[in-house]
Nanobody, 122 residues
Framework: EVQLEESGGGLVQAGGSLRLSCAAS????????IGWFRQGPGKEREGVSC???????YYTDSVKGRFTISRDNAKNTLYLQMNSLKPEDTADYYC????????????????WGKGTLVTVSS
């Protein structure tokens, strides 16, 4: 059974930082593109950042220069370092895995975690 478990969410003031982690099990981690998606109140789930097995990265425009995605294939773990957080970053953040080199869109992902809530206060 594939499991993706997110951690690291919480409440932070605008301008602050958080680091999200996603621990994966039940899949050959380094065969997949993995990424972070988020869903804010009343919004659709969007791709925030994804990384392929060989380290190619994608960032949505709104987080470029502020967020950094990384993966540790030896630990089957995905990270998202979030700096300079803004109130509009408030959302449930989900870890997801899909076929390698797939687009960073929700419909391309095969496996999902349950999410971790990030709240950024102004």
């Amino acid at each position: 059974e594939v499991q993706l478990e997110e951690s690291g969410g919480g409440l932070v003031q605008a301008g602050g930082s958080l680091r999200l982690s996603c621990a994966a099990s039940g899949l050959t981690f380094d065969d997949y593109t993995i990424g972070w998606f988020r869903q804010g109140p009343g919004k659709e789930r969007e791709g925030v950042s994804c990384v392929s097995s060989d380290g190619n990265t994608y960032y949505t425009d709104s987080v470029k220069g502020r967020f950094t995605i990384s993966r540790d294939n030896a630990k089957n773990t995905l990270y998202l370092q979030m700096n300079s957080l803004k109130p509009e970053d408030t959302a449930d953040y989900y870890c997801a895995a899909g076929v390698d080199y797939t687009d960073c869109i929700r419909y391309a992902m095969d496996y999902w975690g349950k999410g971790t809530l990030v709240t950024v206060s102004s």
